[in-house]
């Protein structure tokens, strides 16, 4: 089982649809939990970190799920500029940073 | 200002061919990585580095080595063994449990 799991997508959204992405990990001790957006051709950014209690910036919406070993991201009200690759990364312990493979987000006019 | 520097931004090599990719960070972090990214796929870990003078195999070292000799700086000697180098190569850091900063990216590209 791999250290951490994305669907890959795409996920093909009109302007203004909520989407929702998750990411699950293998091992229970994991520490810390973030969600990163990546370009084409370009370095993952950091879009927010992950706590117990769930976070939210704006549109995004971030929770943890550590019973059933999952993190979400939910985007509220699409914009055009939201299309990006979402990467779920996972501090699997001792400073290792395991990135999921990502999952594309298309969104249309 | 601070921040994670790699360079050169492309390299092409001769196959047989050792390069060493340069990543330096100012930004005061114990932590640095280097991750591989192919085409359409997700980052996959080289090495990583928690502290000055040690470092640790990710799921893909073969092929590669690494050295900490300075805080600042963690460089990747992509070696004649890494069968398949093509690829497009990321240097982060971060500190203790925290999010980690990337560089620019090094592509790297067998001719």
């Known amino acids: 089982r791999k250290e951490v799991e994305q669907d890959p997508g795409p996920f093909n959204v009109p302007e203004g649809a909520t989407v929702a992405f998750n990411c699950t990990y293998s091992n229970s001790a994991s520490q810390s939990f973030f969600w990163y957006r990546q370009d084409c051709r370009k370095e993952p950014k950091l879009l927010m970190s992950?706590?117990?209690s769930g976070n939210e910036d704006g549109r995004f919406t971030a929770q943890l799920n550590r019973a059933s070993q999952y993190i979400s991201l939910l985007i509220r009200d699409s914009k055009l500029s939201d299309s990006a690759t979402y990467l779920c990364v996972v501090n699997v312990g001792f400073q290792k940073l395991v990135f999921g493979t990502g999952t594309r987000l298309l969104v249309s006019p | 200002d601070g921040g994670i520097t790699q360079s050169p931004k492309y390299l092409f090599r001769k196959e047989g061919q050792n390069v060493t990719l340069s990543c330096e960070q100012n930004l005061n972090h114990d932590a640095m990585y280097w991750y591989r990214q192919d085409p359409g796929q997700g980052l996959r870990l080289i090495y990583y580095s928690q502290i000055v003078n040690d470092f640790q195999k990710g799921d893909i070292a073969e092929g590669y080595s690494v050295s900490r000799e300075k805080k600042e700086s963690f460089p990747l000697t992509v070696t004649s063994a890494q069968k398949n180098p093509t690829a497009f190569y990321l240097c982060?850091?971060?500190?203790?449990?925290?999010?980690?900063?990337f560089g620019q990216g090094t592509r790297l590209t067998v001719v």
């Open positions: 992950v706590y117990s």
């Open positions: 982060a850091s971060s500190i203790s449990n925290t999010e980690a900063f």
